[in-house]
């Protein structure tokens, strides 16, 4: 019932076939109603282009697909048979470098859009819902590639699908390892993730504070001193604080701390935090290279390079930043260097680092993307050691097993409603204060499996900010049940005795469970939630932010 179908280099021609064995390969499959595996075994060293299986499936009324989104912005969220699954707005597929621009952070250079009803896809991992049956296909091959799963549920389509794209095939090599369960929600989760290897902190909770979303790059060493003070109030419910962006020199300078920012150093403000009793946490980009950094200017031959040998551009904030090619020598000593110093001489406990997606932009090296970035996460799990690593922007599948921490939303905005490019659609990375709920919601079950959640933050305060009162409690609400890494960027020391009580009540993990969560309709969602054995149901509209009464 299977077509398998191959796409390959030979000379200048990409060739098509549905052949299980020819000259170039031959496959190995084990298919079985519990996995699917296929091996490519090469007759000789030839590239590959594409590699997808074709399948009939018996999609039913009320079935809902669950589209997981490529990195930790993308959306994410069941969809029905009518639904669309929309790509970057037509407006930069008129023009090919507003398309270059939106979809720069996005899946949409390794798959298509149809946005056509009922058409979709799902990196790493699927599954379809109909009531309280669940169907799961999980990969347990993304070190060798991205793994897709992509439907047309009104022509009981389904496919299983490899991102081949630049892989030079010259030993055996794993295309796909499906497993499938069937069974109710958190049932078929734990099986899936039963079978992968993860690491003992996904168990853990971090609650505390980072300092972007009131600051941003605008932060100093006094700033982060008075909100490192403003939290004395909570302090038993605080264990961690984290610096974001804006410390260093320029993005890529990441030994060269600001000195009229941060006059007593990075080391000086990891040893306040300890003697808070808190743990300390940075921010870094490790790929992300500022085009006019002083590591750019000095090492142009350390940046990941297009067809044309020109610098590639990875990341469209800072004014452009370019991509630190791990392949190269130098980058890894240079890199270990610098976790070295973060990590040990400036003696910070956790590292959140950003903009991964970057590295694996461009299939090289014969590697196809998802191989590149699997090699990215295992250096940097080397370079961090038995340290904290928060994830951020990263391809999800590859970082399974890698991050102790994953942030599995957007960033919100600081206006609830969205600004413009929020309701244009740009992208299905952009901020968004919604997005952030719908991806906390919908990836619940990674939550203590793969990794601590990281919902983004929540808002308290009353200043910097326009959310209603409502909506910084709905926020904070759904983070809290659908997250372990709980973290505001207030000055907690503005609070008045109300916002006190709430920062307490939503730094203490609940332990209260969803056990159902659907769209009622486009803008409203419906929680079944259970708590000391006594069921509730609780409504909101995701795009107000109010709840239903």
């Given at each position: 019932?299977?077509?398998?179908?191959?796409?390959?280099?030979?000379?200048?021609?990409?060739?098509?076939?549905?052949?299980?064995?020819?000259?170039?390969?031959?496959?190995?499959?084990?298919?079985?109603?519990?996995?699917?595996?296929?091996?490519?075994?090469?007759?000789?060293?030839?590239?590959?282009?594409?590699?997808?299986v074709?399948?009939?499936?018996?999609?039913?009324?009320?079935?809902?697909?669950?589209?997981?989104?490529?990195?930790?912005?993308?959306?994410?969220?069941?969809m029905?048979?009518?639904?669309?699954?929309k790509?970057t707005?037509?407006?930069a597929?008129?023009?090919?470098?507003?398309?270059?621009?939106?979809?720069?952070?996005?899946?949409?250079?390794?798959?298509?859009?149809?946005?056509?009803?009922?058409?979709?896809?799902?990196?790493?991992?699927?599954?379809?819902?109909?009531?309280?049956n669940?169907?799961?296909?999980?990969?347990?091959?993304d070190?060798?590639?991205?793994?897709?799963?992509?439907?047309?549920?009104?022509?009981?389509?389904?496919?299983?699908?490899?991102?081949?794209?630049?892989?030079?095939?010259?030993?055996?090599?794993?295309?796909?390892?499906?497993?499938?369960?069937?069974?109710?929600?958190?049932?078929?989760?734990?099986?899936?993730?039963?079978?992968?290897?993860?690491?003992?902190?996904?168990f853990g909770?971090?609650?505390?504070?980072?300092?972007?979303?009131n600051?941003?790059?605008?932060?100093?060493?006094?700033?982060?001193?008075?909100?490192?003070?403003?939290?004395?109030?909570?302090?038993?419910d605080?264990?961690?604080?984290?610096?974001?962006d804006?410390?260093e020199?320029?993005?890529?300078?990441?030994l060269?701390?600001?000195?009229?920012?941060f006059?007593?150093?990075?080391?000086?403000?990891?040893?306040?935090?300890?003697?808070?009793?808190?743990?300390a946490?940075?921010?870094?980009?490790?790929?992300?290279?500022?085009?006019i950094?002083?590591?750019?200017?000095?090492?142009?031959?350390?940046?990941?390079q297009?067809?044309?040998g020109?610098?590639?551009?990875?990341?469209?904030?800072?004014?452009g930043?370019?991509?630190?090619?791990?392949?190269?020598?130098?980058?890894?000593?240079?890199?270990?260097?610098?976790?070295?110093?973060?990590?040990?001489?400036?003696?910070?406990?956790?590292?959140?680092?950003?903009?991964?997606y970057?590295?694996?932009?461009?299939?090289?090296?014969?590697?196809?993307?998802?191989?590149?970035?699997?090699?990215?996460?295992?250096?940097?799990?080397?370079?961090?050691?038995?340290?904290?690593l928060?994830g951020?922007g990263?391809?999800?599948?590859?970082?399974?097993?890698?991050?102790?921490?994953?942030?599995?939303?957007?960033?919100?905005?600081?206006?609830?409603?969205?600004?413009?490019?929020?309701?244009?659609?740009?992208?299905?990375?952009?901020?968004?204060?919604?997005?952030?709920?719908?991806?906390?919601?919908?990836?619940?079950?990674?939550?203590?499996?793969?990794?601590?959640?990281?919902?983004?933050?929540f808002?308290?305060?009353?200043?910097?900010?326009?959310?209603?009162?409502?909506?910084?409690?709905?926020?904070?609400?759904?983070?809290?049940?659908?997250?372990?890494?709980?973290?505001?960027?207030?000055?907690a020391?503005?609070?008045?005795?109300?916002?006190?009580?709430?920062?307490?009540?939503?730094?203490?993990?609940?332990?209260?469970?969803?056990?159902?969560?659907?769209?009622?309709?486009?803008?409203?969602?419906?929680?079944?939630?259970?708590?000391?054995?006594?069921?509730?149901?609780?409504?909101?509209?995701?795009k107000?932010?109010?709840v239903?009464?």
């Amino acid at each position: 019932m299977k077509k398998f179908v191959i796409k390959y280099k030979a000379g200048n021609k990409i060739v098509t076939t549905n052949e299980t064995e020819n000259s170039f390969y031959s496959l190995s499959i084990l298919d079985t109603k519990e996995r699917f595996t296929v091996t490519l075994n090469p007759k000789k060293t030839f590239e590959l282009v594409d590699f997808y299986v074709e399948m009939p499936y018996e999609f039913k009324k009320g079935d809902k697909f669950f589209n997981a989104g490529y990195q930790s912005w993308t959306v994410s969220k069941e969809m029905s048979e009518d639904d669309i699954l929309k790509g970057t707005i037509k407006l930069a597929n008129i023009n090919k470098k507003l398309k270059y621009i939106a979809s720069m952070t996005s899946d949409e250079r390794i798959t298509d859009y149809s946005e056509k009803p009922g058409e979709f896809h799902s990196h790493g991992y699927t599954y379809v819902r109909n009531g309280d049956n669940v169907r799961l296909w999980g990969s347990l091959a993304d070190d060798t590639g991205y793994t897709f799963f992509k439907v047309r549920m009104k022509d009981n389509y389904f496919s299983y699908r490899k991102d081949a794209l630049g892989k030079f095939v010259t030993t055996a090599w794993k295309v796909f390892d499906i497993v499938y369960f069937e069974g109710g929600y958190e049932e078929v989760f734990d099986k899936y993730f039963g079978m992968r290897k993860m690491p003992e902190t996904r168990f853990g909770t971090m609650s505390g504070y980072t300092s972007w979303y009131n600051y941003f790059q605008d932060i100093n060493e006094e700033i982060i001193l008075r909100d490192l003070n403003g939290l004395d109030f909570a302090k038993e419910d605080v264990s961690i604080f984290q610096i974001d962006d804006g410390y260093e020199t320029f993005v890529g300078d990441w030994l060269d701390p600001n000195p009229s920012r941060f006059p007593h150093g990075m080391g000086y403000i990891a040893e306040k935090i300890h003697d808070k009793g808190y743990k300390a946490g940075i921010w870094l980009a490790p790929f992300s290279c500022q085009k006019i950094s002083r590591t750019a200017k000095e090492h142009p031959d350390w940046l990941v390079q297009d067809e044309n040998g020109k610098p590639y551009q990875g990341v469209l904030a800072w004014g452009g930043a370019y991509i630190l090619d791990i392949y190269n020598d130098e980058v890894r000593a240079y890199l270990k260097q610098v976790f070295d110093t973060v990590l040990n001489e400036w003696k910070f406990d956790m590292v959140k680092l950003d903009f991964l997606y970057s590295q694996c932009i461009l299939p090289r090296n014969g590697k196809c993307r998802g191989e590149i970035m699997h090699d990215a996460m295992v250096l940097l799990r080397e370079l961090v050691g038995d340290k904290l690593l928060l994830g951020c922007g990263v391809p999800m599948s590859t970082c399974f097993g890698y991050v102790d921490a994953c942030r599995i939303s957007c960033d919100v905005d600081l206006t609830y409603k969205g600004k413009i490019y929020n309701h244009l659609n740009v992208s299905n990375e952009i901020l968004s204060a919604q997005h952030a709920i719908n991806n906390s919601i919908f990836r619940r079950h990674l939550n203590g499996r793969a990794f601590m959640n990281d919902p983004d933050v929540f808002f308290l305060r009353k200043n910097n900010l326009k959310f209603t009162e409502e909506q910084k409690l709905l926020l904070a609400k759904i983070n809290n049940l659908c997250g372990n890494v709980l973290f505001i960027s207030d000055n907690a020391g503005d609070y008045d005795a109300e916002q006190r009580k709430h920062l307490i009540n939503f730094f203490r993990k609940t332990d209260e469970k969803i056990l159902f969560a659907e769209y009622t309709d486009k803008d409203n969602i419906v929680l079944i939630t259970e708590k000391d054995g006594k069921e509730s149901t609780f409504s909101f509209n995701i795009k107000k932010g109010t709840v239903n009464k």
